[in-house]
Structures are given as structure tokens and as C-alpha cells.
């Protein structure tokens, strides 16, 4: 399409881009969000040449099995891997629409294959947002659970998730430094308890999340 | 009994799908949908949409019911097999 308004389509990856160029730039990224991919490598093998057609056509590795809307602003949440966008459905069903991802403690994915159920609304859902090693002790950071901003915190060893938006004017929590429990709003200074979600300030309270931690991932507790 | 199967020519799961119709001899009528155009397009999208609550494929449809997916064992319970 942009190729009409004079300009070359712009394309990721170089033309003799092949699966296991693919494999290599996706499993990183996918293992630090909890994925791997299927176990089936036959099927695997098949999606990402799918992909790479879909690369050819499109110059991006827009998901085989969704379609394209045409409108590049919807379509970024259809680049493989898609995870993040869709990270509290695929959590609940345990893996990505197409399958070729699936949660690391699924130990064989052709159990998984094909079947796409879309998870039952208000289950209760364990979220992978990162791993432990990727969050220092004193750190926090913005994740996105499903349509959620959330802040996660680590104090020593343990993970707190809260509301990403000071009630204050709305700045990101995640956005602050932690003093011990208390996170500190950068924005004006509000402060806020990790483990609660409570601040001095009346009827500012934020919401907080269970947070779980189990091989080495942290995950975040919600609903569908 | 009437099969209609919404595809994209791009997807696994649907050519699973399709070769698994033709293995059991399953009659069987098929649009691709990422091959439509223009107002064909969005029409059989729209279509898509409303019966199977998404944009997932494939979606097929054996009469009366709806499976979304390369789905073996609800293939084989609604057509019979
Ligand atoms: S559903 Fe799976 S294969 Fe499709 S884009 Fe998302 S991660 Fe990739
Ligand atoms: S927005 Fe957080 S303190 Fe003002």
C-alpha cells in the first residue's frame, strides 16, 4: 500500500530471512515472557514458513492465522510474537491462538494443537509478565496484564503489583523509586504502599494484584 | 447437511483442517477469506465475526454448529465420523 504513495514498502528482516532466523530472534523474546515454542517441531516448522510468506507479502511476520485488518494501528497486535497483547487470554489457554507457543510448564504441546476455545469469562488467570532475574531487588516497572497498567515492584524477594496510575493526576507509579515498601509518584511525590495500595491521601487508594512466583517467572493474578 | 469453511490461505490450522475433510471424503464448500477483496471482503469477515465471536480461523461450520479451530474431535462428533 505505501509503495502508491512513491515510497519503497518497507520490510523487516533481509529477503533470505529463513526459520531458523526466526527461531532464533523469537525464542528470547517469547522465554522471557514464560513461552516456548511447541513442542511439535513439524508444526512449528509450518507456521513460521507460513510466516515467511506473509513476510514476503506483507514485509512483516503478521500472524498466519488471524486475519489483517489493513490498518497498520490494529495490525501491530497480530506481529509474531503477539504475546503481550493477548499475554491474559493465551495465559489461559496456555498457549498462543496458533499454538506455536506454548507456557513453558506445558509439557506436550500436541495436546494443545488446534483447538482454539476462547477462555471463559472471569477465570482466574495466572499471567507471566518476566522473569525474576529480569527485575532487580529495589526495581520497578510497568506491565501490561490484558488491558491493565500495572506496576510491579521488587522489595528483596518479594513481587507486588498495583495500579500503574497515581490517583493523584494520574502519573506512572512504575515511573518511581521504591523506599522500602513505599513507592514515591514521580510526578508530585504521592506515596503509595506496594503490599496495599494505600497512600495518606483520602479516597486514593490503588488496586493491587497477587503476584506468584514459580520457575523463575513472576506471574500476576487476574481475571479474564 | 451443508460444510462451509472460512479459511485463510495463509494458515496451518486450515490446511490441517482442509486436509482432514478430504481424507474422509467430507463434502465441503471453502472461502479464503485473505483472498476476498473490497466489499466481498468485509462482508464474509462480518460473517465470520458473527459466527464465531472472533477472527481466528479456521471456522467451520457443519450445519448448525460452529467449530473454531483444527478441532479433530468436535470434526468428528458434528460430521459423524
Ligand atoms: S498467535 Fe502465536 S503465531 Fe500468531 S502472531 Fe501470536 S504468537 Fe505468533
Ligand atoms: S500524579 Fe502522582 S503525585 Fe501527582
Redesign the interface.
Known amino acids: 500500500m505505501s509503495a502508491a504513495q512513491g515510497r519503497p514498502v518497507r520490510r523487516r528482516f533481509s529477503a533470505d530471512t529463513t526459520i531458523d532466523d526466526l527461531k532464533a530472534y523469537m525464542e528470547p523474546f517469547a522465554g522471557s515472557l514464560g513461552y516456548k515454542f511447541n513442542t511439535e517441531e513439524w508444526f512449528v516448522d509450518e507456521v513460521l514458513a507460513s510466516e515467511i510468506g506473509i513476510l514476503d507479502a506483507t514485509g512483516d511476520v503478521y500472524c498466519p492465522c488471524r486475519m489483517r485488518t489493513g490498518n497498520p494501528k490494529e495490525d501491530v497486535a497480530i506481529v509474531c510474537p503477539c504475546i503481550p497483547f493477548h499475554n491474559v487470554q493465551f495465559a489461559a489457554m496456555r498457549k498462543c491462538w496458533c499454538g506455536l507457543f506454548i507456557l513453558n510448564d506445558v509439557e506436550d504441546g500436541a495436546d494443545l494443537l488446534g483447538v482454539i476455545e476462547e477462555p471463559e469469562k472471569g477465570a482466574e488467570v495466572e499471567v507471566p509478565v518476566c522473569r525474576v532475574e529480569d527485575m532487580p531487588a529495589g526495581s520497578v516497572r510497568h506491565v501490561k496484564v490484558g488491558k491493565r497498567d500495572i506496576a510491579l515492584a521488587r522489595v528483596g524477594d518479594e513481587f507486588y503489583a498495583l495500579s500503574n496510575v497515581c490517583l493523584h493526576a494520574f502519573g506512572p507509579l512504575s515511573g518511581g523509586v521504591l523506599d522500602g515498601h513505599t513507592v514515591v509518584c514521580p510526578w508530585h511525590g504521592w506515596r503509595y504502599d506496594v503490599r496495599t495500595g494505600t497512600t495518606d491521601h483520602p479516597g486514593a487508594d490503588v488496586k493491587t494484584y497477587p503476584v506468584v512466583v514459580r520457575d523463575g517467572l513472576v506471574l500476576v493474578v487476574t481475571t479474564v | 447437511m451443508t460444510v462451509m469453511l472460512y479459511a485463510?490461505s495463509?494458515?496451518?490450522?486450515?490446511?490441517?483442517t482442509k486436509k482432514y475433510l478430504d481424507e474422509n471424503d467430507v463434502e465441503y464448500d471453502v472461502i479464503d477469506?485473505?483472498l476476498l477483496e473490497g466489499d466481498e471482503r468485509t462482508a464474509v469477515?462480518a460473517d465470520?465475526k458473527n459466527l464465531s465471536?472472533?477472527?481466528?480461523?479456521p471456522v467451520l461450520v457443519v450445519g448448525e454448529e460452529v467449530i473454531?479451530?483444527?478441532?479433530?474431535a468436535?470434526m468428528k462428533e458434528h460430521l459423524g465420523l
Open positions: 485463510l495463509t494458515c496451518p490450522y486450515c490446511r490441517l477469506v485473505d469477515l465470520v465471536g472472533g477472527t481466528s480461523f473454531v479451530g483444527f478441532n479433530k468436535a
